[in-house]
Nanobody, 111 residues
Framework: QVQLVESGGDLVQSGGSLRLSCAAS????????MSWYRQAPGSVRERVAT???????NYADSVKGRFSISRNNGKNTVDLQMNNLKPEDTAVYYC?????WGQGTQVTVSS
């Protein structure tokens, strides 16, 4: 069974940091592109960061310089380190690989 399970969401003050983690199972993790998306209330889901099987990374302009995506192929995990968080980063964050979504984890940044 293909599965993505996110963890690490929390309530944090503006300027703080959080690290999200996504545990993957049921597919050849090391071969897959992995991404983090987020969806704020009343907004469309947007891509935040992507890491390829070759460890190349790509970020949305809104998070460049603040967020960092990484993967551990030995543990089948993909993490999102989020620094200097802003209230506009408040959203449900989702882990994604083609055709598979996680259940999401809530990140709330207070001003």
């Amino acid at each position: 069974q293909v599965q993505l399970v996110e963890s690490g969401g929390d309530l944090v003050q503006s300027g703080g940091s959080l690290r999200l983690s996504c545990a993957a199972s049921g597919f050849a993790f090391s071969r897959n592109v992995m991404s983090w998306y987020r969806q704020a209330p009343g907004s469309v889901r947007e891509r935040v960061a992507t890491i390829t099987s070759g460890f190349s990374t790509n970020y949305a302009d809104s998070v460049k310089g603040r967020f960092s995506i990484s993967r551990n192929n030995g543990k089948n995990t993909v993490d999102l380190q989020m620094n200097n968080l802003k209230p506009e980063d408040t959203a449900v964050y989702y882990c994604y690989t083609p055709s598979v979504w996680g259940q999401g984890t809530q990140v709330t940044v207070s001003s």
